[in-house]
């Protein structure tokens, strides 16, 4: 096996530690493994898979007894070839590896609905990265909740890649382009970024355009207006992961494979208006 030695150390491979999601999701995974007297190996891997083998070149040099990964970019055989207890979360990868997540596609067709609730009917979606699997779903969620309200054809998505930034020069794109009442951001950064533009261009949220994001990250509450989102139960998921990955690492058996966590809407300014 490649890793044999043990070492008391786990990897955890994250995407982008810039993303306020992240260092919360880190610090679960770190408390938990921190009571188990494991020390954590934190990966920023800028989204890229060749910065994530890079890192478990690394990681396997240093005999980590375990890897959480929240990439979806690796090929199962790959994975394979590692020999080493695997946790995927957030970002599910194979059916073969246990995994903690939250219910993406339900989350997306709840902030869609919420939006039509109030008042909505054109209803645009900033969709995260294409290769990011969460994103899909979410994506999917929009489609179908759109296609079931009768709002099938007024479907207009953004492309997004989970940050602020870009995201914020997206919408300021499609504002100049098309009309919209309501705006759906894939992950809270973007909805943040999606709010800066459309105050920018002289619009009022949520009277003009209803923004709601999703993760429920402490930024949403800063924002004026405060932003509506879909919250996932982040540190459960971190502190889930580690107690499977614990369990996988001691040889125990789970009790099962696959969870996903429920998401909740959580409803604030960005949203509150008459339907
Ligand atoms: O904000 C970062 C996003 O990437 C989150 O929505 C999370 O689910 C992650 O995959």
């Not at 934190?42 to 990681?59: A, F, G, M, P, T």
Request: glycine letters at 6%; hydrophobic letters at 40%; aromatic letters at 6%.
């Amino acid at each position: 096996a490649l890793f044999k030695k043990t070492s008391k150390t786990v990897g955890l491979i994250v995407p982008d530690i810039t993303n306020p999601f992240f260092p919360e999701l880190v610090r679960a995974v770190e408390d938990v493994m921190n009571i188990y007297d494991y020390t954590v190996i934190l990966c920023n891997s800028d989204e890229k898979v060749e910065k994530e083998r890079e890192y478990i070149e690394v990681l396997k040099q240093k005999y980590v007894d375990g890897v959480i990964l929240t990439t979806n970019q690796f090929a199962p055989e790959e994975v394979e070839e590692w020999d080493v207890p695997i946790v995927v979360l957030d970002r599910p990868l194979h059916e073969r590896y246990p995994s903690v997540v939250a219910d993406n596609y339900e989350g997306a067709r709840l902030a869609t609905r919420h939006l039509y609730e109030v008042g909505c009917r054109r209803i645009a979606h900033i969709q995260g990265p294409n290769h990011v699997v969460n994103a899909m779903e979410r994506f999917r969620g929009y489609q179908d909740e759109m296609r079931a309200l009768g709002l099938g054809d007024r479907q207009l998505v953004i492309q997004g890649n989970y940050q602020l930034k870009q995201a914020k020069e997206a919408v300021m794109a499609a504002l100049a382009e098309h009309d919209m009442d309501g705006i759906f951001a894939g992950n809270d950064a973007m909805a943040v970024g999606a709010l800066k533009a459309v105050q920018q261009c002289g619009l009022r949220v949520p009277d003009d355009i209803a923004i709601i994001g999703y993760d429920g990250i402490p930024l949403t509450e800063m924002t004026t207006p405060e932003l509506s989102t879909v919250s996932q139960p982040i540190y459960e998921m971190g502190a889930m992961a580690a107690r499977i990955l614990i369990k996988q690492i001691e040889g125990k058996p789970l009790e099962k494979l696959h969870y996903q966590l429920p998401v909740q809407l959580v409803v604030r300014q960005s949203t509150s208006r008459r339907g």
